[in-house]
């Protein structure tokens, strides 16, 4: 079964960095999309960015962490990262990987990012 794994977060000062990490099990990694968004406690999950399939690798990122945030994927290791530089600390938040496979959503269970002086 499809499966999303990740991990990296803890705690940071203002303006410091971070690399999430989040594998993939279960499918053609290298086929399909995958997104890394975040949550805050009381408020809707937002997508953070975005990763197309190996054919174009091309990505999208949300305005608030564009410049700031680079989203890539090493498909020999089903894995993508999230390298979050300059963060500050209204990016404390739950990150999640997510991917749609066969028209159904998968998430991983989580990593939480705290930035804090």
């Known amino acids: 079964q499809v499966q999303l794994v990740e991990s990296g977060g803890g705690l940071v000062q203002p303006g410091g960095s971070l690399k999430l990490s989040c594998v993939a099990s279960?499918?053609?990694?290298?086929?399909?999309?995958v997104r890394w968004y975040r949550q805050i406690p009381g408020k809707e999950r937002e997508v953070v960015a975005v990763?197309?399939?190996?054919?174009?690798?091309?990505?999208i990122y949300a305005n608030s962490v564009k410049g700031r945030f680079t989203i890539s994927r090493d498909d020999g290791g089903n894995t993508v990262y999230l390298q979050m530089n300059s963060l500050k600390p209204e990016d404390t938040a739950v990150y999640y990987c997510?991917?749609?496979?066969?028209?159904?959503?998968?998430w991983g269970q989580g990593t939480q990012v705290t930035v804090s002086s």
């Open positions: 279960g499918f053609t990694f290298s086929s399909y999309p």
């Open positions: 990763i197309s399939s190996t054919r174009s690798s091309s990505t």
């Open positions: 997510n991917v749609v496979w066969r028209q159904q959503n998968y």
